[in-house]
């Protein structure tokens, strides 16, 4: 079972540890049976009975990860409270016959006591285990003392586990506050990190550009003037556009606002929308940066034209970039796979969980469509 929070982790080590009871008294059962009980039918078919229930119980459990309500409620029944009679009326009509068939009922109530929520709930499941194997012992012939032995070890079964389970959700909820804390403090880390990224951008662009301007040093009208604040100017929107987006993970932003700005400093016009974003691991984030970069690139390169598109939109967990030009295009079954496609954007895509996508076609330009995870 993998493992995950620290409330999923407790519910694991639960199923397993009462797993591990159940199959301690089933090999009594075994044993007790082949050697004493071999040729009663009654026997043999409460032992079938018992291993049924618990992999009733305990598959169930395990597929779920968690004890439901019904399936623990079954085996009280059965292998808890009717099998001890069944037992009885195979011929195994003493105490020491019947003591397998009762050892069964402590793992039972054990189940009991992590599966149901109520103390009232586990409290009823212990009773009736108490009476009916009093009364079981009782048919038996069994002593006081054998009978207080075993009710004792009934309750200590119940009351440890309800214990164990009680510590183990207390402690799996301070793990998950502890991690909860350190994804907001990592987040805002980043964010801050973000931040500070974006004041040396402005410092070294804007501020830098209107200095120039207002000081006489550069020409406002002049063609390359105007072309660094028109790409300015759209950094600043795409700035104010991710910081008016709430969700906007940092980690992801950054990376494709960086292949943008990186491909703007090549001459390329981008406009970049920003939406709806979820955070990713750095990992997802670095992949669909540098995929991002190379799609841009080949604008550059191959789509005869200045201008393109980047949408980066959330998507459930995940994130879906696309890559927009209105270009020449071309036929993606007329030509290989270049170097740009195969690795710097699809293999790249693929070994960080994700997939990427190209349509295009001859003077309808190209889309390049990436996801995490694909």
């Known amino acids: 079972m993998s493992l ?11 199923i397993l540890a009462t797993g591990l009871y159940r199959v301690s008294h089933l090999g009594v059962g075994v044993l007790a049976v082949v050697q004493h009980q071999r040729d009663s039918v009654l026997s043999w078919l409460g032992l079938t009975v018992a291993l049924g229930s618990s992999l009733f119980v305990f598959g169930t459990a395990r597929s779920r990860r968690r004890f439901g ?16 009679f069944a037992v009885y009326a195979g011929g195994a009509d003493r105490p020491s016959d019947l003591a397998w068939s009762m050892l069964l009922g402590g793992s039972a109530s054990a189940v009991c006591a992590v599966a149901f929520g109520r103390g009232a709930a586990v409290a009823g499941a212990v009773a009736a285990l108490t009476a009916t194997h009093t009364a079981g012992y009782g048919m038996a012939g069994a002593e006081i003392a054998v009978i207080a032995a075993h009710l004792n070890a009934l309750v200590s079964s119940a009351v440890l586990a309800r214990v164990f389970w009680w510590y183990l959700r207390r402690q799996g909820r301070l793990l998950d506050a502890a991690t909860e804390r350190a994804i907001v403090s990592e987040a805002a880390r980043a964010r801050y990190a973000e931040r500070m990224a974006h004041h040396r951008a402005l410092h070294d662009t804007v501020l830098a550009t209107l200095t120039a301007i207002a000081n006489g040093r550069a020409d406002a009208d002049s063609r390359a003037v105007r072309e660094r604040c028109g790409r300015e100017a759209a950094y600043l929107r795409r700035l104010v556009q991710q910081h008016a987006e709430e969700d906007a993970a940092p980690g992801t932003a950054a990376a494709v606002e960086h292949a943008v700005r990186s491909a703007e400093s090549l001459g390329l016009r981008v406009t970049a929308q920003y939406g709806g974003l979820a955070e ?76 990427a996508e190209v349509d295009s076609a001859p003077g309808e330009g190209t889309r390049v469509a990436l996801r995490w995870p694909a």
């Open 280 to 355: 990713i691991p750095p990992h997802a984030a670095a992949a669909l940066g540098s995929a991002v970069t190379e799609a841009l690139n080949n604008v550059l390169r191959h789509a005869g034209t200045g201008r393109a598109y980047v949408t980066v939109t959330g998507d459930g967990d995940g994130v879906v970039v696309t890559v927009v030009d209105r270009g020449t295009g071309f036929d993606p079954r007329a030509v290989d796979e270049g170097l740009g496609l195969r690795s710097s954007i699809g293999a790249r895509m693929r070994e960080a969980g994700g997939a």
């Open 4 to 14: 995950g929070s620290g409330m999923q982790r407790a519910r694991s080590f639960m």
């Open 69 to 84: 309500t019904r399936p623990p409620l079954v085996d009280l029944v059965l292998v808890g409270c009717a099998l001890p």
